[in-house]
């Protein structure tokens, strides 16, 4: 029987291929795993499998352990446990994403892998729905205020440079940054690229410190680079230098 899948199946097929020119040394967490569905890719292309939930009951791959973990608290694992990461279409439900990437820093070995997937609110086709209406792509109306625990909403949506800084103040480095696929609605939007990257250009040139200038530079290669701009969804590779400690 067929696994449902939680996120969409282009997300799971781009990550795949970004795991594919990776080692099978080592062991791989999949966080939110859900039913388990990519998890169950991973596994059947070589690599050493485990996964986390908030509700693990449905978790349905057989040799795989799934554990309960709620993300916004302590991973119930060791440091320094896995060589890779993935966490597809999870970080925008969380209060806290700082505490969350420093788990995540936590229980990866020195060298180890981070690929984290979420909506792409910077792409152009976003950016006009935000224009008109004040909300996002996948968050299209205000939360239900009246409703408590628990919230599955996307409560906290993140832009490329914002999780950038998290991830860089945490100690990764940035691999990648790419997509799952180009959005029709944005590319017709094209026209507006040179607008957008002489008005982003000119917001990072205000930046005072020489060295933060310079990570503008990478950072505006990326803002305006074709999978930012036109892509659905953000997925961004990270990497915990081979000396860091947990």
Known sequence: MALPVYACLRTHDRALELFQGWPREGRVLEVAAGSGAFAARLQAAGFTMEACDLYPEQFGVPGIPVSFADLSRRLPYEDGRFAC???????????????????????????????????????????????????????????????????????????????????????FTVEQVTTDRLRTSGRLLGWTRPLVSLATRRALAREPDPAQRQANEEIAMHLLSRDLLYGRTLMLVARKPAGAAA
């Open 85 to 171: 990461l993935s966490c597809l279409e999870g970080i925008e439900h969380l209060e806290d994403q700082f505490a969350f990437v420093r788990e995540c820093w936590r229980v990866l070995e020195p060298g180890g892998r981070l690929l984290l997937s979420t909506p792409n609110i910077l792409g152009l086709a976003s950016r006009w729905r935000y224009f008109w209406t004040g909300f996002f792509p996948l968050a299209t109306r205000p939360m239900n205020e009246l409703r408590r625990e628990p919230v599955h909403d996307h409560i906290n949506l993140i832009t490329y440079y914002e999780l950038r800084y998290i991830l860089r103040t945490t100690g």
